[in-house]
């Protein structure tokens, strides 16, 4: 397993920027494949984005696909979620994820999760 941290969160207005951090730390951080997924109230957990540490094989979900932008940083152990064109309904609870899956939108894949950084876009 790995240890995340995110921070970034925060309350924002509609159309406007945010971007979150998550740093990781473990002995394998290496080998695991890095995704954010958002929680908002009553709602289940989704999947937002994924990307490999060498930077390459960003997956996005479309209802983020060309808003949100997903990078990792190798060097400092630390991945970023850029997000533009905040909308309401992206107000959840942010949340940096680790697998050892090639590939995953499924939240059950990711087994060290971060403590979570809430986002809130107000209309």
């Known amino acids: 397993q790995v240890q995340l941290v995110e921070s970034g969160g925060g309350l924002v207005q509609a159309g406007t920027s945010l971007t979150l951090s998550c740093v990781a730390s473990?002995?394998?951080?290496?080998?695991?494949?890095m995704g954010w997924f958002r929680q908002a109230p009553g709602k289940e957990r989704e999947f937002v984005a994924s990307i490999a540490w060498s930077g390459y094989y960003a997956v996005y979900a479309d209802s983020v696909k060309g808003r949100f932008t997903i990078s990792a940083d190798s060097a400092k152990n630390a991945v970023y979620l850029q997000m533009t064109g905040l909308k309401p309904e992206d107000t959840a609870v942010y949340y940096c994820?680790?697998?050892?899956?090639?590939?995953?939108?499924?939240?059950?894949?990711?087994?060290?999760w971060g403590q979570g950084t809430q986002v809130t876009v107000s209309s």
């Open positions: 994820a680790a697998t050892v899956s090639s590939s995953s939108r499924n939240r059950w894949d990711y087994n060290s």
């Open positions: 473990g002995r394998t951080v290496g080998r695991h494949l």
